[in-house]
Nanobody, 120 residues
C-alpha cells in the first residue's frame, strides 16, 4: 500500500503565503507524476499544479505566476509554494500521485486533503 500525507494548510490573509507539503510512503517502486488538486465548496475538483516525471510542470491558469510546485524524487515528496493568495484560492487541497507500487501495480493515490482559507 501507498500513503500520501499532506501538511501546511491554514488560514492566511489575502496577499499572504503558504507552503503545502506531501510525502509518499509505502511499497513504492517509482512515481510518475505528483501534484496538487483543490476543491472549493460547491465546485468540482480541479488541477492546481502537476510535476510530471522529468522537469515538466503544469499549472492552472489561475495560479500561474503565484504558485510554484517543486518535487524531491529522493524523498518521494512534492511541495506547493503559494504566494499572493486570494480569497478564491480557498479550498481543500489534495495531493495526488501516480505510483507504481511493488504490490498493486500502477495507480493513482490521493491524500486526505488540507484546508487552505484565505480571508481577512
Amino acid at each position: 500500500q501507498v500513503q500520501l500525507v499532506e501538511s501546511g494548510g491554514g488560514l492566511v490573509q489575502p496577499g499572504g503565503s503558504l507552503r503545502l507539503s506531501c510525502a509518499a510512503s509505502g511499497s513504492i517502486f517509482n512515481i510518475n507524476h505528483m501534484g496538487w488538486y483543490r476543491q472549493a465548496p460547491g465546485k468540482q475538483r480541479e488541477l492546481v499544479a502537476l510535476s510530471i516525471s522529468g522537469s515538466t510542470t503544469n499549472y492552472a491558469d489561475s495560479v500561474k505566476g503565484r504558485f510554484t510546485i517543486s518535487r524531491d524524487n529522493a524523498k518521494n515528496s512534492v511541495s506547493l509554494q503559494m504566494n499572493n493568495l486570494k480569497p478564491e484560492d480557498t479550498a481543500l487541497y489534495y495531493c495526488n500521485a501516480e505510483v507504481r507500487s511493488t504490490d498493486s501495480g500502477l495507480r493513482d493515490y490521493w491524500g486526505q486533503g488540507t484546508q487552505v482559507t484565505v480571508s481577512s
